[in-house]
């Protein structure tokens, strides 16, 4: 890990996952890491859902259509990452083995109450192997809906790391100014914006976030063609007519606090974009603007952010219920790992 002073590597994977598929999406991620390590990141990102795929159909395929919907979804689920498991234990092995702090995009499945529900989750780990955090996107956008549940406050967070402060939004909750605020208010100053989005005026969202926030933006989005969902989905397939072959172009870049793309944008192609970050950068920008600091006015505006946690479900011993009688003692079940 570098020293405060010291500039450091940041990485960008675009990637194409193994579609539906969690642990061969896994096994590419992991050698993924091992080679963006390999050339000296201590930071690698990667896109929005990327475990197992973002779920692109909910885009194509009209809600009407229940029966193949089911299909999609139960496949989605059974693939889905719980945290933490099994799977989530080779990406923390990985990072470890890299010597870097690994920022995922996955669908995550719930495990507080029904085990039935999917989040759109950012998880994040250190250098050491160890689970930091998460972040559950607070609202799926459009037809996501279909597929994500909404995030609540108490994952809206920002890690302290060895080369400075790190949090981020997933897509366009990165056009919620409430939600970047927190972000810049709390100091992130390497912001990660794992997407699906591409081209304008995405690139241009970025670059916008980079100077209001004074932050190195790392915009990071899958590669995605119509072949590799072919091959697992190819039920999909007549909803893709008209489209050329790739469904997602990707567009990642990486670009500095004065909003000046370093790194990409990288377009129908997989691959790791690289950047070398001066810590400097990170604080001497500020002078002229601090959103969240100088040129903020708490006496005229205020933000309150509830980070407490809404969970499905509260037990109370005791309680009576609706009818004033004791409810039976119960035991939860307890769910396989994924």
């Not at 699906?196 to 100077?211: C, M, V, Y």
């Not at 790739?246 to 944008?265: F, L, Q």
Request: with cysteine.
């Amino acid at each position: 890990m570098p020293a405060a002073s010291d500039s450091f590597k940041i990485a960008a994977v675009q990637a194409t996952p193994v579609y539906l598929d969690r642990d061969a999406t896994i096994d590419k991620a992991c050698g993924l890491i091992a080679e963006a390590g390999r050339n000296g990141a201590c930071l690698i990102v990667f896109p929005e859902s990327f475990v197992p795929a973002y779920p692109d159909w909910v885009w194509a395929v009209p809600p009407g259509q229940v029966g193949l919907l089911n299909e999609l979804y139960a496949r989605l689920l059974d693939n889905a990452v719980e945290i933490p498991s099994a799977a989530t234990q080779r990406l923390c092995q990985a990072a470890k083995r890299a010597k870097a702090h690994v920022v995922m995009g996955m669908t995550e499945r719930n495990t507080e109450a029904s085990g039935g529900s999917l989040y759109n989750t950012l998880l994040y780990i250190d250098a050491q192997g160890n689970i930091l955090g998460k972040h559950r996107k607070l609202v799926p956008t459009g037809g996501e809906r279909l597929v994500w549940a909404q995030g609540d406050g108490s994952t809206l967070e920002v890690y302290d790391t060895p080369f400075g402060k790190l949090g981020g939004l997933i897509c366009w909750e990165n056009y919620m100014p409430l939600a970047r605020y927190a972000m810049y208010a709390w100091g992130t100053q390497v912001y990660v914006a794992a997407t699906w989005d591409q081209g304008e005026p995405w690139l241009s969202t970025l670059r916008h976030i980079a100077k209001e926030g004074r932050a190195f933006v790392i915009g990071c989005c899958m590669a995605l063609r119509k072949a590799d969902v072919a091959e697992k989905a190819e039920s999909v397939q007549p909803f893709y007519k008209g489209l050329g072959e790739w469904i997602n172009g990707g567009d990642s870049a990486i670009v500095n606090p004065d909003g000046e793309i370093i790194a990409g944008p990288l377009h129908n192609e997989e691959g790791i974009l690289y950047a070398e970050i001066d810590p400097a950068q990170m604080s001497g920008p500020k002078w002229m603007l601090d959103v969240a600091g100088h040129y903020a006015r708490p006496d005229v505006f205020e933000l309150i952010v509830h980070t407490d946690a809404r969970p499905m479900i509260t037990s109370k011993a005791g309680a009576p219920g609706p009818d004033g009688s004791t409810p039976r003692k119960t035991t939860r079940r307890k769910q396989a790992t994924r």
